[in-house]
């Protein structure tokens, strides 16, 4: 933004933000925009649309992670004198959040029609991940591969059995698994204790191995996956593109194994796609971490729509919603691509007025630890 810009609009840029973070959280954004509202099946942009499902959830999962590293450091580093407070308000901080997530999720579902709402189950993920915040990064990688092999067979499993409804919403047996997303989530929180997202040179080093290392495991993961699937069906696999097709209530035991390691569509949550899926997160951010100044600032919309993600998701809800019950299936297009231009564009100016967004900031503000916090760690205050 330039010196005229910010006299006119009254408050200088934000600092401390993460841009390449942002402009992940704004494609996760879009994506989940294009999954619940592009309904054309038909063309080469459907089909390139159609990359979008499966794909936002975990990369918006990765980056919770990634925030709840960014909180728990803040934290340590407020209450540096005091291990155990830092440790209290990190649990209270993530709880309240939590509790928010899943009031605003209910408050959403009494106007929501049609889209599978995910903001409950990402409060339910950040406090199952609190019980492991605290454990070192192997511990932290031990518990991702409990998860990997146990995990995600056992809720597999636990998905043929006719359970209690209440029991299969808190599990996400019936939308998103709970281990495939914990695993998601976790390592957001691994990556960021590791120094990831920062720009030292050890960072930048992280970034690069994850460029590479990840986009080259999702394409090795998702190419065999298709390659498998075609010999499966004796055609050439649109597997990548399709949601999951091949569920069946009682599957052989090899039909079962097949959906739980191998089978890539998109929300299948089997082995494969959770790596594949956690490959493709950390390369993509990855890459735009790595992005300079003139890519940051050309794609800077996109950043500012990424600051404010609770915000944007929910009046993405208010605004599908609204133009669904007005127009039904034939408006759903063209008002998507108007509600895209609309939120870039009131996102952009939002920033630049106010900073963060208006949930971002109201949750900060519900979920911050109280001053009288820093007086009981020794630290000085205003007043003193």
């Known amino acids: 933004m330039t010196d005229f810009a910010q ?24 994506g989940m925009f294009t999954a ?24 918006f999962a990765l980056l919770a992670g990634v925030s709840m590293g960014i909180m728990q450091q803040r934290l340590s580093r407020r209450f540096a004198g005091s291990p155990a407070l830092s440790r209290r308000f990190y649990g209270e901080k993530i709880l309240v959040r939590a509790a928010f997530l899943i009031l605003l999720a209910t408050l959403l579902s ?10 409950d189950n990402y409060g339910v993920w950040m406090v199952c991940a609190l019980f492991w915040a605290g454990l070192s990064v192997p511990m932290q990688l031990g518990v991702i591969g409990l998860l990997l092999v146990v995990g995600i067979p056992l809720w597999h499993y636990l998905n043929l059995l006719f359970l209690p409804s209440e029991i299969g919403v808190v599990l996400g ?3 998103y698994q709970m281990p495939t997303f914990l695993i998601y989530v976790l390592t957001g929180l691994i990556l960021w204790r590791l120094g990831w997202a920062g720009v030292t040179l050890q960072a930048r080093r992280l970034q690069k191995y ?14 065999v ?23 069946i209530a009682n599957p052989t035991p090899a039909q079962f194994w097949y959906q739980t ?22 390369g993509l951010t990855s890459l735009l971490l790595l992005a300079g100044p003139t890519f940051n600032g050309f794609f800077s919309p996109l950043a500012a729509l990424g600051s404010m993600a609770l915000t944007i998701y929910t009046l993405h809800i208010i605004w599908h919603a609204v133009t669904f019950r007005l127009f039904g299936y034939a408006g759903l297009i063209p008002s998507l691509i108007i509600m895209i231009v609309v939120f870039l564009l009131v996102a952009s100016l939002w920033r630049l007025r106010f900073g963060k967004g208006p949930l971002e900031a109201f949750l900060a503000r519900l979920s911050d630890p109280p001053h009288r916090a ?4 020794g630290k000085p205050t205003k007043n003193d």
């Open 210 to 223: 994850g460029a590479v290392i990840g986009l080259g495991t999702a394409g090795v993961i998702f190419g």
């Open 225 to 247: 996956g298709t390659a498998v699937d075609s010999l499966r069906l004796g055609r050439f696999s649109g597997v990548l593109f399709e949601n999951d097709t091949l569920s």
């Open 7 to 30: 006299r006119l609009l009254g408050r200088p840029t934000l600092t401390g933000r993460v841009v390449g973070l942002d402009m992940a959280r704004g494609l996760a954004i879009l």
């Open 110 to 119: 009494l106007i929501n029609t049609r889209i599978l709402l995910i903001l």
């Open 374 to 377: 820093d007086c009981a760690a």
């Open 261 to 282: 390691l191998i089978y890539i569509a998109p929300h299948t949550d089997s082995v494969a796609e959770t790596v594949a899926n956690t490959a493709w997160c950390v």
């Open 173 to 175: 047996l019936n939308d």
């Open 36 to 59: 619940h509202m592009w309904v054309s099946v038909q063309g080469p942009v459907s089909g390139v649309m159609a990359l979008s499902h499966g794909r936002s959830a975990p990369l």
